[in-house]
């Protein structure tokens, strides 16, 4: 019999007596290994689903990059029941709509439709899984789109080759190296027996988690979703990643030339997977230093000395050990040499001096209702279902999240600041403008050094 059981936790509780969200969850895993998490939202009249493949860029190897993301599109031309362009006519014709997102971890496709297009939607997602169609001309024609979205995204945008560069020099050996779009070498090499072999491999339901959030029975949903999808034959499992990657020994640095107006840096610190226990303290430093005009890097670099237009920081969340990045942007007339010396100035201060505990409770606001605004609706509340579940291994990873911010003190930002924080792990890339009307030469080393 497949294992099932009922979760109701209370998620979080807003501040100043906030309503509580509750988030009841039902999940089963069929025979065949398809992982289903249901979760029933009377609210309105509307079902999300999202299949999460555990199929992102990290499952990739060199020489393949791109392949993840490349299926991402390959998925939507049939498979042996519905044509080409039946999928999204379907979809919509029912009143829906239909989209699919890579990421370094996974690959994701999300439909959204009145509930009664439920058993449409099954039988749409049953048959690319078990019979995409796989041939040259779909395999080329994707490919043409994704090579141009390379170069929209990537090569003739500053913000994707700054970002290019700096996942390909902060790490030498994890496939986190390469970015979800791929190398346009690899795009533009890859074969149709590949294409059928990745397909094997990865889109397997027991290499799936198939999420329906939204007005549901959840007895009837699990049947439909056992007569679409149960048949469906398991395949061997993937064989283990190695994502391991050796410490950083020192500052790395690297220079970005493009058709820019101003200057800009862009910093990235080896920090943790989503999973560690020191994720929720890092999680805290970003809203600390750059969530909002209050926050440290904010007041110092845009307020105080006026040295930048823009700041942000992010600590990225993956399977593996991610980046914990800041980039800011100057202001006219001031150089990234400027911005690197307040971001340091800022590091330090961090690492000095105890942060108020006024401040960390701010900090803690602002996680709470970034949190609550992913689940504001059904389909981000599956969507998140499906992230933790994926990411970190189980969905309920996200009940505890409220918790772990909560015992973060000044003690832990100092600790995890001082581990994580410094010079000798990270990577900096710097923009150097071009005028406008000058060809722009970029430093990264191209794919065939990967």
Do not use: C
């Not at 799936?208 to 959840?218: K, N, Q, R, S």
């Not at 600041?417 to 990264?444: F, M």
């Amino acid at each position: 019999m497949p294992r099932r059981f009922w979760i109701l936790l209370v998620l979080l509780v807003l501040p100043r007596g906030g309503l509580a969200i509750d988030l009841p969850v039902v999940a089963e895993s069929l025979p065949n290994g398809l992982r289903v998490l249901l979760h029933e939202d009377h609210s309105a009249p509307v079902i999300s689903s999202y299949v999460f493949y555990r199929s992102g860029s990290r499952n990739e190897r060199r020489g393949q990059t791109g392949i993840a993301h490349l299926f991402e599109h390959m998925m939507f031309n049939g498979g042996k029941k519905f044509g080409p362009g039946k999928f999204d006519d379907l979809i919509e014709g029912n009143g829906g709509s239909t989209n699919g997102y890579t990421t370094r971890d996974y690959t994701a496709y999300l439909n959204n439709f009145p509930k009664e297009a439920l058993p449409v939607v099954l039988d749409l997602e049953s048959d690319r899984m078990a019979n995409l169609a796989l041939t040259r001309q779909n395999l080329e024609q994707e490919r043409g789109i994704v090579t141009e979205e390379r170069r929209l995204r990537t090569d003739d945008q500053v913000s994707g080759a700054m970002n290019e560069a700096l996942y390909l020099h902060a790490f030498v050996e994890s496939p986190y190296r390469w970015g979800v779009i791929g190398f346009m070498a690899d795009i533009q090499r890859i074969t149709l027996d590949e294409a059928r072999a990745y397909f094997e491999t990865y889109y397997a339901p027991n290499n799936a988690t198939l999420v329906l959030a939204g007005d549901l029975e959840p007895k009837a949903a699990m049947a439909l979703v056992r007569r679409y999808i149960g048949a469906i034959r398991r395949r061997p499992p993937p064989a283990p990643m190695d994502a391991s990657e050796p410490p950083q020994d020192g500052e790395r640095r690297v220079v970005v030339r493009k058709n820019a107006e101003l200057p800009a840096v862009l910093i990235g610190y080896h920090a943790v997977r989503a999973a560690d226990p020191d994720r929720p303290v890092l999680d805290m430093i970003e809203q600390l230093l750059a969530n909002g005009d209050s926050s440290r890097l904010h007041e110092d670099l845009v307020r105080a000395h006026e040295v930048a237009t823009v700041v942000e920081a992010s600590n990225e969340w993956g399977i593996e050990p991610d980046l914990f990045w800041i980039y800011a942007q100057a202001r006219p007339k001031k150089t990234a040499a400027d911005l690197e010396k307040r971001i340091d100035t800022v590091l330090e201060h961090l690492l000095s001096e105890p942060v108020p505990e006024a401040e960390l409770r701010k900090a803690r606001r602002k996680l709470r209702a970034q949190l609550v605004r992913n689940l504001k609706t059904v389909s981000g509340k599956a969507n998140q279902l499906g992230f933790f579940d994926t990411v970190l291994g189980d969905y309920r990873a996200m009940f505890g999240l409220e918790a772990a911010w909560e015992k973060v003190g000044a003690e832990d930002v100092k600790r995890v600041a001082a581990a994580y924080l410094q010079p000798a792990q990270r990577t900096v890339v710097v923009l150097e403008p071009i005028p406008s009307g000058r060809p722009a030469k970029d430093e990264p080393p191209r794919p065939g050094g990967v």
